[in-house]
Every structure is written in structure tokens, then in C-alpha cells.
């Protein structure tokens, strides 16, 4: 059993500024790729940064510049800074990770999701 638990979010203006967390906990053998996705209000939900866990890094072209995805392997614990945040940053942020339970068995695991909301 894995869980992954999401904070940091709540209401914010426009130019703000924003640290969300994941904590990933539960049997954990290895953390591989980790993600953060965001769905916004009456749209789909979309990736917004990824980070592999060979430490290459993918932000979609809109927060480029403002967002920061890392990792604390230590802790077990994934991180989103977002600077400069905008009222279109406004949606509910989900943290994704693959893990591993064993060397042969791995699964894609989702948080419950943390609101972030930009006002202007």
C-alpha cells in the first residue's frame, strides 16, 4: 500500500507565491519518475511538470520560468514551487508517482489532489 498525501495549496494573488509538497509513503522499494498534473475548472487535466528519476526535468510551456519541480529522496517527498502565479494557475493540483514495491512490480499511484486559487 502507497499513499500520496498533497499540501500547500489555498488562495493566493496574482504574482504570489506557492510551495506544494508530496509526501509519498507507505512500502516503498524505489520512487521512480514523479509528476505533477493540475486540472482546472471545466477542463481536462494536464501535466504541468515531471521529473524522472534520472533528473530530467519537463515543464508545460506556460509555467516555464515560474515553476520548480524537485525531489527530496531522503524524505521521500516531491516539491512544485510556483512563483509569479497567475489567476490561469488557478486549479486543483495532483501529485502522481511511479513506484516500486519490488524490484519487479510497479504502479502509478495519484494523491487526492491540493486547490490552488489565484486571484487577481
Known amino acids: 500500500q502507497v499513499k500520496l498525501a498533497e499540501s500547500g495549496g489555498g488562495p493566493v494573488q496574482a504574482g504570489g507565491s506557492l510551495r506544494l509538497s508530496c509526501v509519498i509513503s507507505?512500502?516503498?522499494?524505489?520512487?521512480?519518475?514523479v509528476s505533477w498534473y493540475r486540472r482546472a475548472p471545466g477542463k481536462q487535466r494536464e501535466l504541468v511538470a515531471s521529473?524522472?528519476?534520472?533528473?530530467?526535468?519537463n515543464y508545460i510551456e506556460s509555467v516555464k520560468g515560474r515553476f520548480t519541480i524537485s525531489r527530496a529522496n531522503a524524505k521521500n517527498t516531491v516539491f512544485l514551487a510556483m512563483n509569479t502565479l497567475k489567476p490561469g494557475d488557478t486549479a486543483v493540483y495532483f501529485c502522481?508517482?511511479?513506484?516500486?514495491?519490488?524490484?519487479?512490480?510497479?504502479?502509478?499511484?495519484w494523491g487526492h489532489g491540493t486547490q490552488v486559487s489565484v486571484s487577481s
Open positions: 502522481n508517482a511511479v513506484v516500486q514495491m519490488s524490484p519487479n512490480y510497479k504502479y502509478n499511484y
Open positions: 507507505g512500502d516503498i522499494y524505489k520512487i521512480n519518475d
Open positions: 521529473l524522472s528519476s534520472g533528473g530530467m526535468v
